[in-house]
């Protein structure tokens, strides 16, 4: 399978603790992205990479979460000190660089803080 | 603030009728806008792009229109089929990143 992989597909934690998700984007991809969606809702922006640069960070993003991307390949999305208001569907997506390219998202990794 | 806004009810459609959904978006001035489908626990999965020197766009059974003016984009289904149930996403394209609408939710009957 080609696509764009997450891992794991679903987290239970406590509260407090702390919370690591890969992502593993389509190879050939330079962009890659960090969405969060909760229920009822579309995914909202987090963060994005181009290669190993993040080049953006939404302003609403805690400094609880943070995000890397290693030599432009796979990523990690970090989340410390998780609160209940964490609990979210964390998508990852990837494209090809140029304007406006469609994104290929990931099957998610479903977060519930207990 | 900038806002994107979808059909805020669920649309429910028998089977062979046209589906339409709106997007309306505020404070964007996007060059391109994306339209999704989610099924429930998975991922969005890209369906169409249109650019803003493009007013309609088609891709078989699927229309887009977009209207920079209006700052709206029509999404159409046509002669639709229970498979075609899920939400819909609308998402202006704008610097470098993707903003989603909080989608339609489509339900076709048979």
């Known amino acids: 399978d080609t696509g764009v992989s997450q891992d794991p597909r679903h987290k239970i934690t406590k509260r407090g603790q702390n919370v690591t998700f890969r992502c593993d984007p389509i190879?050939?991809?330079?962009?890659l992205y960090w969405y969060r969606q909760t229920l009822g809702q579309g995914p909202e922006f987090l963060t994005y990479?181009?290669?190993?640069?993040?080049?953006?960070k939404s302003r609403l993003l805690s400094d609880r979460f943070s995000a890397e991307r290693p030599k432009g390949s796979f990523s990690t999305l970090e989340i410390q000190r998780t609160e209940q208001g964490d609990s979210a569907m964390y998508l990852c997506?990837?494209?090809?660089?140029?304007?406006?390219?469609?994104?290929?998202f990931g099957q998610g990794t479903r977060l519930t803080v207990v | 603030s900038q806002k994107i806004e979808q059909n805020s009810e669920a649309l429910n459609i028998q089977e062979g009728k046209t589906a339409t959904l709106t997007c309306n978006y505020t404070?964007?001035?996007?060059?391109?806008l994306q339209w999704y489908r989610q099924d429930p626990g998975r991922g969005p999965v890209f369906l169409l792009l249109?650019?803003?020197?493009?007013k309609e766009k088609r891709k078989e059974r699927l229309k887009v229109t977009f209207d920079t003016t209006l700052k709206q984009s029509l999404f159409h289904i046509t002669a639709s089929q229970p498979a075609d149930s899920a939400t819909y996403l609308c998402?202006?394209?704008?610097?470098?990143?993707?903003?989603f609408g909080a989608g339609t939710t489509v339900t076709v009957r048979a």
């Open positions: 190879s050939e991809h330079n962009r």
């Open positions: 404070n964007y001035s996007p060059a391109y």
């Open positions: 249109i650019r803003e020197n493009e």
């Open positions: 997506a990837s494209s090809f660089l140029g304007d406006g390219t469609e994104a290929f």
């Open positions: 998402a202006p394209y704008n610097d470098y990143k993707l903003s």
């Open positions: 990479f181009q290669n190993e640069a993040q080049l953006e």
